[in-house]
């Protein structure tokens, strides 16, 4: 079956720093991944969607990589905030059903 | 706004009880979802419904039932709550555009669930 690892540790870095989350995936090849935003208490929030033949996506500060070579995705967020704080959850998109299989998630803290 | 709303938003139950949680989306969306959340293993899917009287189990559907009597709602009925089923469930709507991977899911706000 499909599987999808986020690094479960959590993440710190120093504000203005560039944040880089990793997703890795096996056993598929999705046409789409997609990135999500979740803050404690809240469901997650959409934030990016990348196709297979799309190397690079940006949004303002954040920018996601698929390799699919590498079964992989990078997150990057760049001059990172504290107001990133948060969970970031990957998806990868099960073709022909509208259906995601998400990542656990990767905790991002930026302290100050 | 078009929202999805969940309730409650904190419930506290015995093992045995039936338990329904709500699930409302003004969005107008054909395709539902509901999942758990549990330390260690991310979202996981119940049940989901492409639209009116459609229901499809997902990988950890036992123990749960869903019906689809119309565009807004999916309640989630747990049958006879065990203390497995503690955890916090969300539920999620997606516009139908083909069932292609393009479709991103609007999520509510959860329910946090205890079962004793």
């Known amino acids: 079956s499909q599987k999808i690892e986020q690094n479960s540790e959590a993440l710190n870095i120093q504000e203005g720093k560039t944040a880089t989350l990793t997703c890795n995936y096996t056993?598929?090849?999705?046409?789409?991944l997609q990135w999500y935003r979740q803050d404690p208490g809240r469901g997650p929030v959409f934030l990016l969607l990348i196709r297979e033949n799309e190397k690079e996506k940006r949004k303002e500060r954040l920018k996601v990589t698929f390799d699919t070579t590498l079964k992989q995705s990078l997150f990057h967020i760049t001059a990172s905030q504290p107001a990133d704080s948060a969970t970031y959850l990957c998806a990868l998109a099960v073709s022909n059903t509208g259906k995601l299989i998400f990542g656990q998630g990767t905790t991002l803290q930026v302290k100050p | 706004d078009a929202e999805i709303t969940q309730s409650p938003r904190h419930k506290i139950t015995e093992t045995g009880r039936q338990v329904t949680l709500a699930c409302h989306q003004t969005?107008?969306?054909?395709?539902m979802f509901w999942y758990r959340q549990d330390l260690g293993h991310g979202l996981r899917l119940i049940h989901y419904s492409y639209g009116v009287q459609d229901t499809n189990k997902g990988e950890v559907s036992d123990g749960y039932s869903v019906s689809r009597s119309n565009t807004e709602d999916l309640p989630l009925t747990l049958e006879s709550a065990a203390s497995s089923q503690t955890s916090v469930y969300f539920c999620?709507?997606?516009?139908?555009?083909?069932?292609?991977?393009?479709?991103?899911?609007?999520f509510g706000p959860g329910t946090r669930l205890t079962v004793l």
């Open positions: 969005w107008n969306h054909n395709n």
């Open positions: 056993n598929y090849s999705p046409a789409y």
């Open positions: 999620a709507s997606s516009e139908s555009s083909g069932l292609s991977g393009t479709d991103t899911q609007y």
